[in-house]
């Protein structure tokens, strides 16, 4: 993969990022046991150009969300919105990569980026925008290969480059990294802040690593399962002790004594909604993984997902 992706023909060519409102969204799904209802009360501001993370247990309507913004589906309450446009099914405005390529096989790697290409585009000018888009996720060598002929992680950047075609003004990712093997995933991880800079639309990731959420994304969303909280009671929250410094707890809501409140989530939802926490990840990208803010941070996101309890000071 070369070390610098993005060029300046690509940059001219990309639409204006798109901000999304998510306002007071519920949706439910009819089941042979009655309503079962994955989103509530989820209000959610994501601002134009921003990457958000979205995580949290399987079943808490990450995909659902995707689906939602990306005009594939449509709330039962609420509304959601694309820079003031109420979003409409199979909006243009956004495009979606998913776990798996999906590539056509019997298409060569260009011709799989053009499938994504708005329609009408066609001759010089759809040979030039797959040429740029190519060149952004360092396929250029690749663009008469067959998917078979090329490593997952090259078929993932095809994809990202389909995706991308279209100059989407939100680009919607469903765990589009969860398939490749580590190496190639962090690769990944760095290659999408390249795209990023390059084309800087509004990203909504969806994944089940924390990890890649803190390193990606400038505010990551932690959602609940809702039937999960009916049935589970709320674990106790741990004081912040044992980790050392706390500084980059406190982004995230540091001191979890009771009756603190920290300044990031002073405004998160505390209701029986979808929405655990809304946490702005300090710092710029690309971010240091063994920095202790970082690692403090994902410490306490895993902690509210049940995977790792913070250490007190009376049990350490």
Not at 207 to 220: I, K, Q
Request: aromatic fraction near 2%; include cysteine.
């Amino acid at each position: 993969m070369p070390e610098h992706v993005g060029t300046p023909a690509a940059a001219r060519t990309t639409a204006p990022a798109g901000r999304v409102h998510v306002a007071g969204v519920e949706r439910t799904f009819p089941t042979k046991e009655g309503a079962r209802t994955v989103l509530r009360d989820l209000t959610l501001d994501v601002t134009a150009g921003e990457i958000i993370a979205v995580v949290g247990p399987s079943g808490c309507g990450k995909s659902t969300l995707l689906r939602l913004i990306g005009g594939l589906d449509s709330p039962t309450v609420g509304t959601i919105t694309l820079d003031e446009e109420e979003v409409k099914a199979h909006d243009d405005s956004t495009a979606i990569a998913f776990q798996e390529p999906r590539l056509l096989p019997w298409r060569t790697i260009a011709q799989n980026v053009a499938i994504g290409l708005p329609r009408g585009t066609r001759g010089r000018r759809a040979r030039e925008r797959v040429a740029e888009l190519l060149e952004l996720v360092g396929l250029t060598h690749a663009a008469d290969q067959r998917p078979r002929e090329v490593s997952g992680g090259m078929a993932q950047r095809a994809s990202l480059a389909r995706a991308l075609a279209r100059s989407p003004r939100v680009l919607l990712l469903d765990e589009p990294f969860g398939a490749l093997d580590a190496l190639t995933r962090l690769k990944m991880h760095d290659l999408l802040l390249d795209i990023h800079r390059a084309q800087p639309t509004t990203i909504v990731l969806v994944t089940h690593d924390v990890e890649e959420a803190l390193y990606l994304a400038d505010h990551v969303l932690l959602l609940r399962n809702l039937h999960a909280a009916q049935t589970e009671p709320e674990r106790p929250r741990a004081k912040v002790v044992a980790l050392g410094s706390t500084s980059g707890m406190s982004a995230l809501g540091a001191a979890r004594t009771p009756g603190l409140t920290p300044p990031a989530e002073a405004d998160a939802p505390r209701t029986t909604g979808s929405i655990a926490r809304l946490v702005s990840v300090p710092g710029t990208r690309p971010r240091d993984r063994g920095a202790r803010t970082f690692t403090d941070l994902r410490t306490s996101l895993l902690d509210g997902l049940g995977v790792h309890k913070i250490t007190t000071q009376e049990n350490a």
